[in-house]
Nanobody, 120 residues
Framework: VQLVESGGASVQAGGSLKLSCVTSRAIFTSCGMGWGRQISGQERDLIATFSTDGKEFYAESVKGRFIISRDNAEKTIDLQMNSLTPEDTAMYYC???????????????WGQGTQVTVSS
């Protein structure tokens, strides 16, 4: 499963960044997609997702500051991040939850990640 992230950078607190993930049409149309992150010393967590039926999810830590969107023509999932704080410093990953034959549970795939560093 190809998930290619871009847009990570170093920014100052209060700034904004937009991350983008591009994938194949097959993945884009059949999988729930979103973004997760891993803060140093912590586990990877989902922070914003689209389910296959279009429902959005935001973790409490980013709700009201981050916005997930999708471009059907470009097959991208974007994450607009506003009002960034040093606590948002993390590796950010594109995530796809894809159906798998023989199981009621989807299989989760992670991209390679893109680093976001927020300085105070």
């Amino acid at each position: 499963v190809q998930l290619v992230e871009s847009g990570g950078a170093s920014v100052q607190a209060g700034g904004s960044l937009k991350l983008s993930c591009v994938t194949s049409r097959a993945i884009f149309t059949s999988c729930g997609m979103g973004w997760g992150r891993q803060i140093s010393g912590q586990e990877r967590d989902l922070i914003a997702t689209f389910s296959t039926d279009g429902k959005e999810f935001y973790a409490e830590s980013v709700k009201g500051r981050f916005i997930i969107s999708r471009d059907n023509a470009e097959k991208t999932i974007d994450l607009q991040m506003n009002s960034l704080t040093p606590e948002d410093t993390a590796m950010y990953y594109c995530v796809a939850d894809c159906p798998q034959s023989g199981s009621p549970n989807p299989r989760r795939y992670w991209g390679q990640g893109t680093q976001v560093t927020v300085s105070s």
